[in-house]
């Protein structure tokens, strides 16, 4: 079984790399070249015009299809986003957009956070309920109906994500959901559900989620604070 041959449609450069998408010369999607006969199914060589066996014509390169391209486009820019952003959060922020309208999941929570710190709760609320699945969109999404409107109903809405994400094992999720039960933030107050989810966040080494056990007079010995780090 040979490898790939992959051809630039543009400049014809060529390549046998499985992971390059685009041309190393100019940018363009590059397509692939057949290396079968459609219909002797002997092996064609990139430049064979005719089946050398049966003379049938060969099949010209084959076009990645638009859902293809639009996950490639999607993944490049995201990396594109994430390697610029330091630099030139214009540029980042242009990139991360276009990677979140061509479906890139972590592309769309980063566009949410960013409108969440913008304090434009309408935009990122939807960029999370897009990406509701993933825990962390669970977790803004809680953030934004708790400091968004902030009226009961959303706080009620607030802990309902906030449950859902720390019910997946999200930590900050479960310290969020702790508060809200030990304040009465859109759930009655039950210090006795509170201590459970500090416990569970303070299992995985949460130090404000040990922290507030203290306070509630709980014993926390065995709990070991750990250096906290987005994933
Ligand atoms: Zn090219
Ligand atoms: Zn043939």
Known sequence: MKNTVKQCPNCHLRTEKEDDFFCSQCGTILEILPN??????????????????CGAKAPSPVQPSQERINRIMADYLYDKGKAINLTNPDASFRCMKKAAELGRNEAI???????????????????FRKTETFARSKYMLGMCYLLGKSDEKDEKEAVKWFKEAAEQGDTISQLELGECYLFGKGVEKDEKEAVKWFKEAAEQGHGTAIYRLREMGVDVSEYKPKQRKWS
């Open 36 to 53: 079968s006969c459609e219909v002797c199914k002997a092996e064609l060589g990139p430049d064979m015009k005719f089946c050398s066996k």
């Open 109 to 127: 929570i980063e566009l949410g956070i960013y409108y969440y710190n913008q304090k434009n709760y309408e935009e990122a609320v939807e960029c």
